[in-house]
C-alpha cells in the first residue's frame, strides 16, 4: 500500500510520501516524538483507490476512488526547516485516519481537487486498489502542543 499526499508547502503544492506505519487507526495514541520540538498538524482528507490505474487524465479519475476519511496530516517542522524531508513527514503514526465514508458527505474545500491528485500521482506511479491519497484542506497548520 502507498501513501502519497498534498500538502502546502511555502504557498505551493507538494507531494509528500508517507510510509504504511505512519497511518494512526484503531484510537491508538499519538506520541509525540522527542527528536522535534515543533510538530503542527493540517486537517486533511483522505481517497482510498479503488482500482488499478496508471496515467490516468482528471476527467476520468473519479472512477477510480470509491470513499474518503477524514485524517490529520501531522509534519515536524522542525526537521523540515533542516531539510529532512523523510523524518519531517513520515514518521510513525504521523496520518491519524478516521472511518471511511460515502463520497457525497465532503463538502470542505482542498489545496487541489481529487480528481488532479489522482492525475498527478498516476503520471509518476501506478496506484493500486487499496492506495491512500490525502489532499490538505485550505485550513493553516496549527500546533499539536504549545
Do not use: H
Amino acid at each position: 500500500m502507498k501513501i502519497v499526499g498534498f500538502s502546502q508547502i511555502s504557498g505551493e503544492v507538494k507531494m509528500v510520501l508517507k510510509c504504511d506505519s505512519s497511518l494512526l487507526v484503531n484510537r491508538k495514541p499519538f506520541f509525540i516524538p522527542d527528536w522535534s520540538e515543533d510538530i503542527r498538524m493540517t486537517p486533511c482528507v483522505a481517497i482510498r483507490v479503488s482500482r488499478l490505474g496508471k496515467n490516468i487524465g482528471t476527467r476520468f479519475a473519479s472512477r477510480y476512488y470509491d470513499a474518503i476519511a477524514p485524517a490529520l496530516n501531522i509534519c515536524a517542522v522542525d526537521a523540515l526547516a533542516g531539510g529532512d524531508e523523510v523524518k519531517a513527514w513520515a514518521f510513525d503514526y504521523s496520518l491519524p485516519l478516521g472511518k471511511f465514508m460515502d463520497l457525497s458527505q465532503w463538502n470542505k474545500e482542498t489545496v487541489i481537487s481529487f480528481d488532479e491528485a489522482i492525475q498527478r500521482v498516476s503520471a509518476i506511479m501506478t496506484i493500486r486498489q487499496g492506495d491512500l491519497i490525502f489532499v490538505d484542506c485550505n485550513i493553516a497548520a496549527r500546533p499539536l502542543v504549545k
